[in-house]
């Protein structure tokens, strides 16, 4: 059985352009250079059919390593909680106050960007702040 060595993880939302800007805020992503013989995103979005313009937007992992993020316009709103969320994880080995100093000061920075937190969950030891991004999709800072 072959192993699959990409992925990218894909949000319906209501403004591609704006949730993708808000995670590539949230985790150092860059929005990849337009398609050839584009010199903007724009240039490209003009070149589409009216259907199709600001129907889609992506960001990359500068590095490479992270999957690629892909956000598709759907006319539906966001109805119920995720089944599926991700963990950013800027706690990695930390712990006590020390970890959650360092998850208090990640929110702080992602609320000015627009994110909403939901509670901070703390045991003297581990800590989780819950959150939602800009369009309400839940996500932690772990």
Known sequence: MASIKQFQVTFDCAEPERLARFWCEVLGYVVPPPPAGFATWDDFTRS???????????????????????????????AAKNRLHLDVRVGTGLVGEERLAV???????????????VRTLYDGNDSCIPMQDIEGNEFCID
């Open 48 to 78: 589409l059919p009216a259907e199709r313009q600001d129907a889609w937007f992506a960001c990359v992992d500068p590095s490479g390593v992270g999957p690629r993020l892909y956000f598709q316009r759907v006319p539906e709103g966001k």
């Open 103 to 117: 998850l208090e000061a990640e929110c702080a920075r992602l609320v000015a960007f627009g994110a909403v937190h």
